[in-house]
């Protein structure tokens, strides 16, 4: 299947089986923002859970939970009033307006398609090494680049806009007033790291976990939950010794590519790409991205950057409040330096979704068909097992009844009695169900009923008081 219409059928089985909707979809959407429905949330739930305890189920991290609305001062400390913006061009003629660097990616990749090799690698490298407007903008005239609706070359100068949302406190609408919605949980860490070190008694190195709304006024919202303005983080930022700092860069690299494979993501989907020295943020020792291959191509999934003791010390003089660490032992008073790990969980969300997609076709005697299904992993299935009378009488399915409301004590599971039982594996297939537990007229008198295995179709008998233990051990 193409690309597209692979991320087509992806979009569009999330919203059939209600795992993503549209925001506000009866007033015409709001782009970049999605509502999550009766089996997204529990994916995305499982997802979160299972980051929550790889990282806080340790001795050296704690959690947190910030505002999201913080001190205006919190955005001047971190740099994003002065440069977290993007690029925008706008056209005369069109009125459209666009961000000046993807505007050029755009271009290079036509570029690529026409064959034009030479000229696509002369236009990137300019591209990366624009920093100021005047340098998106003479790249635009230049190569002539057009608007992609109307064709039109006249374009406005280049400007940054700020990516943070605006609001007020209070019912004064003035710029005393003014707060922002937080671009990223980080932040609400960084001003929380003494509380957080003294209230739980850690030393360093120590990490501090949380999962929260961020919020991006982003220009280009494309491709689904990949880019939104309203999304889930994971971060999580360590504290460490400066001298230490690199050792635990490369253990959270590590430790954070593993997490994905241990949720059965394809090793061929992931990539680690390094930031180049000479591209690394100012304050930045080190960053990596581990990237997915989406079905529109590869794109960042997780940052892990080694932070150095920029964000504290910029805290530390905005606030005037001492942002050091005293080593009880050898009374040493330093800035930690941070190792950052920072990973969408919408995006993950989103990533998990496209590596569990699949259509196969399978065959039954002469028959062949297809069947689109999800292998997720049974730890992040939305529905753990689906249970089901064979058939709709002799006590079947008061017997799956009474198995399904015994699960439900545990598991996420769902009964289903309506249509022939092929039908009802599919339909539990295209949710990435990996179970189906199904009552027939043996349960009756032996116990026993049968689990069929979602990606190997698979069939076994087991008694049916062990059900719990066999999705334990599965799942758990
Ligand atoms: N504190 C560092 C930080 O926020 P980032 O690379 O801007 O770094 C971290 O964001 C992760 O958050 C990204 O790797 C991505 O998974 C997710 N993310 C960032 N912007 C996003 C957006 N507009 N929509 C969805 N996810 C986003």
Redesign the pocket.
Same mark, same amino acid.
């Given at each position: 299947m193409a690309k597209q219409s692979t991320l087509d059928a992806i979009v569009s089985l999330a919203k059939r089986r209600g795992f993503v909707f549209q925001s506000s979809e009866i007033y015409g959407g709001l782009n $970049?923002c999605w509502d999550y429905g009766p089996l997204g949330i529990e994916l995305l739930r499982n997802i979160k859970e299972s980051w929550w305890k790889s990282m806080t189920y340790r001795d050296d991290i704690v959690g947190l939970d910030s505002s999201i609305l913080m001190h205006p001062r919190t955005w001047e400390a971190s740099g994003h009033m002065d440069s977290f913006s993007d690029p925008m061009i706008d056209n005369k003629q069109s009125k459209g307006r666009f961000r000046a660097d993807t505007l050029i990616e755009e271009y290079i990749e036509r570029l690529h398609k026409k064959g034009k090799e030479v000229q696509a690698a002369s236009v990137q490298d300019r591209l990366d090494t624009a920093v100021a407007p005047e340098d998106y903008y003479s790249i635009i005239v230049d190569e002539g680049i057009p608007d992609p609706v109307s064709g039109s070359k006249e374009w406005t100068p280049v400007r940054y806009f700020n990516l943070m949302f605006k609001t007020f406190v209070g019912p004064v609408e003035d710029e005393s007033a003014a707060v922002y919605l937080r671009?990223? =949980? %980080?932040q609400g860490t960084f001003v929380n790291f003494k509380n957080a070190l003294e209230s739980s008694r850690q030393k360093v190195p120590f990490g501090v976990a949380q999962i929260g709304k961020?919020f /991006?006024n982003?220009i280009n =919202?494309k491709y689904f939950? @990949? /880019?939104? /303005?309203e @999304?889930e983080?994971m971060?999580m930022e360590f504290f460490t010794k400066p001298g230490e700092d690199v050792e635990w860069y490369e253990y959270w690299r590590e430790q954070r590519w593993n997490w994905f494979l241990s949720h059965g993501m394809k090793e061929e989907s992931l990539r680690l790409k390094e930031h180049p020295a000479d591209k690394l943020a100012h304050y930045a020792k080190g960053a990596v991205?581990i990237e997915y291959l989406f079905p529109f191509g590869w794109g960042?999934?997780? $940052?892990i950057?080694n932070r150095t003791d920029f964000d504290l010390k910029r805290h530390q003089e905005f606030s005037s409040k001492k942002l050091e660490y005293v080593d009880t032992v050898t009374r040493e008073r330093y800035v930690p330096y941070v190792i950052?790990t %920072?990973? $969408?969980a919408? /995006?993950?969300f989103m990533a998990f979704l496209c590596d569990a997609y699949d259509v196969e076709e399978i065959s039954e005697g002469e028959k062949t068909e297809e069947r689109t299904v999800l292998h997720f992993s049974p730890s992040l299935a939305p529905i753990k097992a689906g249970v089901f009378p064979l058939v709709k009488k002799d006590g079947m399915p008061e017997a799956a009844k009474e198995i399904h409301q015994r699960l439900q004590k545990h598991y996420k599971t769902q009964y289903d009695e309506s249509g022939a039982i092929g039908r009802r594996y599919r339909r539990q297939d295209e949710v990435g169900t990996p179970f189906c537990i199904t009552v027939d007229g043996d349960t009756l008198t032996d116990s026993t009923v049968t689990i069929r295995h979602r990606d190997s179709m698979e069939q076994e008998r087991i008694s049916a008081d062990r059900i719990e233990d066999f999705l334990r051990s599965h799942i758990d």
């Open positions: $970049g671009p990223e =949980t %980080a961020s /991006r982003e =919202t939950l @990949f /880019r939104t /303005r @999304f983080q971060e991205d960042e999934l997780e $940052g950057h950052e %920072a990973v $969408g919408s /995006r993950s």
